[in-house]
C-alpha cells in the first residue's frame, strides 16, 4: 500500500543525536489506512499554502513546501531556531493506490493527504456457480 522507504531518516536521526538538526527540510509523518483511504498527515507549521507543491510521477509523490522567515528585510535577527527554506518529503506509493484521486489539505500546520485504495484493488466477493449449472450450460 503506502512504503515507507527514505535512505537518509537513519542517518538523519543518529546526525541530529550528535551535531543537531541535520537536514532542516524534513516533514514529520503520520500515516494509515481508514476504510478504502489512506491517510497521510504532515506536520509543516508556518508554511504558506500557496508555496506547497505536490506531484505524482509514476507512483512517486513528491512534496515540497517553503518557510520564510518572518523578519523583515535588514533585521537584526537576536534568535533564529524555527527553520526556514524548503522542506521536501518522497512518498512511495503503491500499485494499489488512486493517484489520480489523492485529494489534499492544509490546516494548522498540518498537511493532510487522502489518498484512496484503487477500485481494482479492493476485496470483493466472486460467486460459486454449482456443479449442475456448469454441465446445463456445457450440454
Do not use: C
Not at 55 to 64: F, K, Y
Amino acid at each position: 500500500m503506502l512504503m515507507r522507504t527514505d535512505p537518509f531518516r537513519e542517518f538523519d536521526r543518529i546526525a541530529q543525536q550528535v551535531f543537531g538538526p541535520a537536514r532542516p527540510g524534513q516533514m514529520s509523518m503520520d500515516a494509515y489506512r481508514s476504510g478504502d483511504d489512506f491517510i497521510v498527515h504532515m506536520d509543516i507549521p508556518g508554511v504558506d499554502p500557496e508555496t506547497i507543491d505536490l506531484d505524482v510521477e509514476r507512483n512517486v509523490l513528491n512534496i515540497r513546501a517553503e518557510r520564510r522567515s518572518p523578519a523583515p528585510e535588514g533585521a537584526e535577527l537576536i534568535v533564529a531556531e524555527r527553520p526556514t527554506g524548503t522542506f521536501t518529503r518522497q512518498l512511495f506509493l503503491g500499485e494499489t493506490l488512486d493517484t489520480e484521486r489523492i485529494d489534499a489539505s492544509y490546516e494548522a500546520g498540518v498537511l493532510t493527504l487522502r489518498i484512496p485504495v484503487a477500485e481494482q484493488a479492493k476485496p470483493r466477493k466472486i460467486q460459486i456457480t454449482g456443479g449442475s449449472e456448469r454441465r446445463q450450460i456445457g450440454s
